[in-house]
T-cell receptor, first 112, second 115 residues
Framework: DAGVTQSPTHLIKTRGQHVTLRCSPI?????VSWYQQVLGQGPQFIFQ???????GRGNFPDRFSARQFPNYSSELNVNALLLGDSALYLC???????????FGSGTRLTVV | AQSVTQPDIHITVSEGASLELRCNYS??????LFWYVQSPGQGLQLLLK??????LVQGIKGFEAEFKRSQSSFNLRKPSVHWSDAAEYFC?????????????FGSGTRLQVQP
């Protein structure tokens, strides 16, 4: 079985641009969460979706948004990129919220 | 608010030696606790988790962790370290206010294994 897949793996964007990151959960998993991991730090929670509804939001500005599709895949959108948005963005899926999460390999975003 | 502290930023052990990575948490209720491992450039792999019940939890790759409520700790142990265990290790707690759905991570402990 395929694990959590994220695309693209690497991305370089310019300040002020917009970016969309994609995540496909493990088959059968209905919950998807997004985390931001800045170099040298632990991941920080951004969003959680379950059954296509937002179930949790971390302390991130409104420039960050996400959605979950009927097939349970998810997109994370970031508008008006700042240099500080450079990070590894991790997607995690689980059968239900609160269970052990399986993480993807992440998307490395560099903002220049 | 909940928090996780991993006091050791960097630990070096010899191959075959025992290992203990420390984790302390701050949480108002019974926590959901996790240990993850991250190899360079990779995502996180779940080693083990504690929700309730037996306070000694067995995980993958020969790791175990013990939940001690009185000390607010969830330390990770392995009796004999292999060179392939070199990686970054993160402790995490299920966060309040979200039904424990969101994880709060510590800042990680980087493990180096000497031959």
């Amino acid at each position: 079985d395929a694990g959590v897949t994220q695309s693209p793996t690497h991305l370089i964007k310019t300040r002020g641009q917009h970016v969309t990151l994609r995540c496909s959960p493990i088959s059968g998993h209905k919950s998807v969460s997004w985390y931001q991991q800045v170099l040298g730090q632990g991941p920080q929670f951004i969003f959680q979706y379950y059954e296509k509804e937002e179930r949790g939001r971390g302390n991130f500005p409104d420039r960050f948004s996400a959605r979950q599709f009927p097939n349970y895949s998810s997109e994370l959108n970031v508008n008006a990129l700042l240099l500080g948005d450079s990070a590894l963005y991790l997607c995690a899926s689980s059968l239900m919220p609160g269970e052990g999460y399986t993480f993807g390999s992440g998307t490395r975003l560099t903002v220049v | 608010a909940q928090s996780v502290t991993q006091p050791d930023i960097h630990i070096t052990v010899s191959e075959g030696a025992s290992l203990e990575l420390r984790c302390n948490y701050s949480y108002g209720a019974t926590p959901y606790l996790f240990w993850y491992v991250q190899s360079p450039g990779q995502g996180l792999q779940l080693l083990l988790k504690y929700f309730s019940g037996d306070t000694l939890v067995q995980g993958i790759k020969g790791f175990e962790a013990e939940f001690k409520r009185s000390q607010s700790s969830f330390n990770l142990r392995k009796p004999s370290v292999h060179w392939s265990d070199a990686a970054e290790y993160f402790c995490a707690v299920g966060a309040e206010g979200t039904g424990r759905r969101a994880l709060t991570f510590g800042s990680g402990t980087r493990l180096q294994v000497q031959p």
